[in-house]
């Protein structure tokens, strides 16, 4: 796949933000953001579940390096997970990064994008509080389709795993949505008869019509 911080300008993002302290293991949330990418194929007719796989790649270098999946969900910030679908080109990559208190909407908010009143779950503010970490998952531009429903499954994955919730501004999918709990993503992500916007009904009608493509070869 392309290097995980190519393409960065030209990009959107998932967000995730957990209710927990502790973060899932690695093998976790591959395999029910495997899981996640079959339902949502088998929901548009398509008889396939491709594997996907996971490297961890260090900034600035050529090659990834080894990783257990058995470990937690967590690296350094000069590292990125970089998840593929096999016999499909390109990929999306995670990122784990420390909220900066600085940058908080309002008081208390502890670094989060969204206030109570937006979404109002004591366990993710006190998570965010505790340690800050949190997640985003990147798809840059001119990825497959298949990609382009990848890196929300992943989202939701790790979302579900955490009790936590996925959140975007950078024009992922319709604003309005967000802040998400898993349950709620997998019903309208990339869903053409649930966007909000004719812009989003006619970007996941074709990145339907390219998944059946990719996959029915």
């Given amino acids: 796949m392309p290097h995980p911080w190519q393409g960065e300008v030209m990009a959107t993002t998932f967000d995730v933000y957990p209710a927990h302290v502790e973060p899932p ?28 796989r996971v490297e961890l790649w260090p900034r600035g270098r050529d090659a990834p390096q080894p990783l257990v999946l ?37 008081p208390g908010t502890h670094g989060l994008p969204f206030n109570r009143t937006q979404f109002n779950d004591p366990a993710v ?37 955490t009790d936590g919730v996925v959140y975007s501004e950078d024009h992922a999918w319709d604003y309005e949505r967000f802040p998400a709990r898993s349950a709620d993503f997998d019903t309208w992500f990339m869903r053409p008869e649930y966007a909000m916007s004719e812009e989003f009904r006619t970007w ?4 339907q019509a390219g998944v059946i493509r990719e996959l029915r070869r």
């Fill in 70 to 106: 058995d470990a937690p969900f967590a690296w350094p910030v000069d590292h990125a997970m970089c998840f593929t679908v096999e016999g499909i080109e390109g990929g999306t990559s995670a990122h784990c990064k420390v909220l900066e208190t600085e940058w908080e909407v309002e």
């Fill in 125 to 161: 503010f006190e998570a965010a509080r505790l340690s800050g970490r949190w997640w985003y998952f990147r798809r840059s531009a001119g990825q497959p389709a298949v990609v382009n429903v990848l890196y929300g499954c992943l989202a939701s994955a790790l979302a579900e795993l």
């Fill in 25 to 52: 293991t690695t093998r976790e949330v591959l395999t029910l953001g495997a899981v996640k990418l079959w339902r949502y194929l088998a929901s548009i007719d398509l008889d396939a579940a491709p594997r996907v």
């Fill in 204 to 207: 996941a009608s074709q990145i």
